[in-house]
DNA sequence: GCTATCTGATAGTGCCACTATCTATGATGG
DNA sequence: CCATCATAGATAGTGGCACTATCAGATAGC
């Protein structure tokens, strides 16, 4: 198919193909001619796939470019990529906590995920992006004066492993082996959202069952 | 104190916190004569909040300024302010899925999540933005070829109440009434970044268990 | 007095995801 | 074969966002 079609099937307009493609997001069309190229099923998929993780997942282009790289890479063995693209799919890295680094709050978060890593038995690296997320994410909570919230972190993790072994379980049911990669960057990602959305509409749910009331409805406006 | 210390004391540059107060994401300093304002410990706190909403839970400054007129509106009663206030806490809503909302995936979406919550007795209203969320990701699962994937969203949905009691759990242990709604917004958003860190690392460990191997440790660069 | 700091205001910056416009070329149909 | 349309490829511009720079005028504290 041509670019105007592929921009019709996916909703996608013509300049925003362009775009993605000279991005690296989405290979070019096959030149039938020099100015005349043509798209095929992978590329709608593809093409999908960008809008998903951009729009539903939140990701940036630029992260968008490396994980299609590493999905696209069939060299290396399936389990590193596994792992290298659960790496990578983290929330915005920006590497610039050098000073707020070492206060105390950073200590104690540090000190409290190697703790639960330990307990846990987790075979992750510290390298890992999630950690320092996790980090970041707690020594914030300890700043607000919430440090107590460290007590809930075990039923935290008894939920992620739960959901983790879902995935998991999911990947080896349904997918064939030669999309799997994309499935756990698809699992992982959209998964997110997906159990965010749940997260909030539980929460919502057990206050109201608690203090007898239900959410607004009206957002005025 | 004055802008400077409480500049000092949180990190947060000067002409920033002023933008704050422009954007009326902070209240501004008492005046103490026509170009002099003094800052309190409440301030100081806010400011920490405001910086976790932006840096950690990803917020959006316009959603921060709402979230926080819901957190100062004493008003309402408290159980109200719960749950208007989960209800805001949601990603980026745009509103703009006009005509891909009724596409058949979008349409397959908003089934399943009707009958999931019809299915776990879910106190909550259909337009909660949590809702919409996530028959959006679901709707992009769909299209991406993963509309098996509502199978396991038992299995998330079970993870999400936990996560969800825990929480509440929480709130009622460790924090006084009239910290609770900051707390639960706290709780929600800085949360939410808790538990999708320790999902990745029990995605991770999950995977390396299985695979028998260890996440990448380099991240080159 | 003198200098550092402050308030309040306006304008500018850098990043990001597009989007508009242009040229030259080829496709398509009567 | 010629008019019209779509296309490739390139460059520049847009709008949103979270700041950031600069300035004028006033005050603090020595």
Known sequence: MRIGE??????VPVPTIKYYVREGLLPPGELTSPNQASYGESH???????RALL???????????DVLTAIDDRD???HKVLGAAADRL???HDDQADDADTDGASRTARAVVADLVTRRGWRTHESNPAAAD????????DRLGHSAFTDVLD??????????RADLAYVDREVAVEDMVEAVVIGTVLGEAVFNALRRLAHVDASAKRYGTQGQPGTPG
Request: aromatic share 2%.
């Open 44 to 50: 709608e998929r593809r093409l999908r796939l960008i």
């Open 6 to 11: 592929l921009s019709r099937r996916t909703g």
């Open 155 to 164: 039923d935290y993790a008894d939920a992620a492993e739960q959901v983790a």
């Open 55 to 65: 729009d539903v997942g939140g990701m940036k282009v630029a992260e968008i470019a």
């Open 76 to 78: 290396r063995p399936l």
């Open 134 to 141: 996790l980090t970041k994410a707690l020594a914030a909570m």
């Open 90 to 92: 983290g929330a915005d």
